[in-house]
Nanobody, 121 residues
Framework: VQLQASGGGLVQAGGSLRLSCAAS????????MGWFRQAPGKEREFVAG???????????TYADSVKGRFTFSGDPAKNTVTLQMDSLKPEDTAVYYC????????????WGQGTQVTVSS
């Protein structure tokens, strides 16, 4: 599967950016897509994805560091996911990767090339 991400860039602290990712293979549904990021000198970390909650269906889940500021959503018709990033902080500066997995219990084994997000103070 090819994961094509777009929307990165440079923004001042407090600003917003919107990342989008389209999966080339429709066997990878949006419920199995998400975002990771890697800041300079740090390990890659989970940012957002969908978690199966049973009664409520798939719900977006977030890293604690981005809760309340980032919004993760998906468009099944377009097979795309979007990460709306508001109230950005310099510590959000990283390469953001769109990721995919084969199933809800699988690991994210498929990674896009990444898009740079830089937040200036």
């Amino acid at each position: 599967v090819q994961l094509q991400a777009s929307g990165g860039g440079l923004v001042q602290a407090g600003g917003s950016l919107r990342l989008s990712c389209a999966a080339s293979d429709r066997t990878f549904s949006i419920r199995n897509m998400g975002w990771f990021r890697q800041a300079p000198g740090k390990e890659r970390e989970f940012v957002a994805g969908f978690t199966w909650s049973g009664w409520s269906g798939d719900i977006p889940t977030y890293a604690d560091s981005v809760k309340g500021r980032f919004t993760f959503s998906g468009d099944p018709a377009k097979n795309t996911v979007t990460l709306q990033m508001d109230s950005l902080k310099p510590e959000d500066t990283a390469v953001y990767y769109c990721v995919a997995r084969r199933g809800v219990a699988a690991t994210y084994d498929f990674w896009g090339q990444g898009t740079q997000v830089t937040v200036s103070s």
